[in-house]
């Protein structure tokens, strides 16, 4: 069946979807209930850290349509989503160490406030996740020449 070629591609293409809404979203967020603001210097713009995981998963989509003719290929959007799962753990790391998610910080004001991861490593590692199935899917599919009708020639004599 052809519907059964068409799965890789929409898991990458899920898992690409999944990158671009995550780059938009906050890395880390003030906890509810506290006050405070972030002051991290994002304008609105994505960083060159984000667009290229959202051109990582631009080539792990088309890796994955490749890899339906070219078996081999479906290495490209394993290693594209571990290149995004490793960026999204090493940001989590990095806020985890200093100052610390969920511990509470005090603030220039006196105050007291929390931070909590946002939806950003979340929905990256969603979609790191989404591509490397994709790739896994797109290397165990048949062939496009090979048809479920068709067998391995015998070797009996």
């Known amino acids: 069946m052809r519907s059964r070629r ?3 591609v929409a898991l990458a293409a899920a898992g690409l979807a999944a990158i671009v809404i995550g780059v938009y979203q906050g890395l880390i967020h003030v906890a509810p209930g506290y006050e405070g603001t972030i ?3 994002w304008d609105g713009d994505l960083n060159h ?3 290229l995981l959202v051109r990582l998963g631009l080539v792990a989509v088309g890796g994955t349509v490749t890899a339906l003719r070219w078996r081999r290929l479906a290495v490209v959007p394993v290693v594209a989503g571990g290149v995004v799962a490793f960026y999204a753990l090493r ?6 160490l ?8 005090e603030t220039y004001g006196g105050h007291s406030t929390r931070f909590v991861l946002g939806a950003e490593p979340f929905l990256l590692v969603a979609g790191a996740v989404l591509l490397a199935a994709a790739g896994v899917r797109a290397w165990t599919a ?3 020449g ?3 009708t068709d067998s391995a020639p015998s070797s009996a004599t």
Do not use: C, K, Q, T
């Open 6 to 8: 068409l799965v890789p």
């Open 39 to 41: 002051m991290s210097g």
């Open 49 to 51: 850290e984000e667009r």
């Open 91 to 96: 940001a989590i790391v990095h806020y985890a």
């Open 98 to 105: 200093d100052p610390g998610l969920y511990a509470e910080v």
């Open 142 to 144: 048949r062939p496009s």
């Open 146 to 148: 090979f048809a479920d």
